[in-house]
C-alpha cells in the first residue's frame, strides 16, 4: 500500500496516533479529566468555527492545518507509526520523515476537510486510560445524515494535553496508518517514505 492509501476520508475527521514520550512532574499534576474535556472543547468549538465560515477553502484549509499542528503530538505519532523502522533510523533520518510526516498529514486531512459540513459536536463521555491517558468520546454533528461518533485519545505531555490518537467506529487510525506506513518502510526503506510523503504534501 502506497502513502496516499492512508489519506483520511471524510469519515476519519482528523486523525492521529500514539507512542511512548516521558512525562514531567508538572505534566502529571495538571492531567485530569477535566483538562482533557476542556482541551477537546476548545479544539472542536475552533475546528466547527472555521469550517462554518465563508472563508475560500484554500484560507479555511490553512487554518486548519494551523489547528491540528497544535493540536496532535506528531513526534509520538511519527515515531509509533514507523514502528521499528524508528530504531534503525539515524537522527537525521527521523528528523527529516517527521517533518515529511506533518506536513503530508496536516495538509492532506486540512485540504480533505475544508469543504466539511458540520452543525457542531458534543462531548459524551471522558474515560481515564490511566498513566496521563483519556479517551474523550465526542458525537459531530452535521446538517444531514446521522451524527458521527469519534473518540479522541488525549496524553498530557510537558506541553499540555495533545491528541495521539482518533478511534472511528472502534478503529484506531493510529494502528490503521502503523500497518500500511511500516509496509512502505519494509519496500522502500525511510529515506523512499520519506520522499513518497513529501511528493503528496506538495500537491
Given at each position: 500500500m502506497k502513502p496516499e492509501d492512508t489519506v483520511p476520508t471524510r469519515r476519519s475527521f482528523l486523525a492521529g496516533a500514539t507512542a511512548a514520550l516521558m512525562i514531567t512532574a508538572a505534566g502529571r499534576a495538571n492531567s485530569s479529566p477535566a483538562t482533557a474535556r476542556a482541551f477537546i472543547t476548545d479544539l472542536g468549538n475552533e475546528a466547527v468555527?472555521?469550517?462554518?465560515?465563508r472563508q475560500p477553502s484554500a484560507e479555511r484549509a490553512s487554518r486548519l492545518e494551523a489547528l491540528f499542528r497544535r493540536a496532535f503530538d506528531f513526534r509520538a505519532i511519527g515515531r509509533f507509526v514507523?514502528?521499528?523502522?524508528?530504531?534503525?533510523?539515524n537522527p537525521q533520518q527521523r528528523e527529516e520523515y517527521l517533518r515529511a510526516f506533518t506536513d503530508y498529514v496536516t495538509r492532506s486531512?486540512?485540504?480533505r476537510l475544508a469543504d466539511e459540513e458540520v452543525s457542531g459536536f458534543e462531548i459524551t463521555s471522558v474515560r481515564d486510560l490511566g498513566q496521563d491517558e483519556y479517551l474523550v468520546q465526542t458525537q459531530i454533528g452535521r446538517p444531514t445524515g446521522a451524527p458521527l461518533n469519534y473518540g479522541w485519545r488525549v496524553r498530557q505531555t510537558s506541553s499540555g494535553p495533545?491528541?495521539?490518537?482518533?478511534?472511528?467506529e472502534n478503529v484506531s487510525l493510529l494502528v490503521t496508518h502503523r500497518s500500511d506506513f511500516t509496509s512502505v518502510a519494509q519496500r522502500e526503506g525511510i529515506e523512499g517514505l520519506t520522499q513518497s510523503l513529501r511528493n503528496k504534501a506538495v500537491r
Open positions: 468555527s472555521i469550517l462554518q465560515s514507523l514502528g521499528r523502522y524508528w530504531n534503525t533510523a486531512y486540512a485540504q495533545r491528541i495521539v490518537d482518533v478511534i472511528v
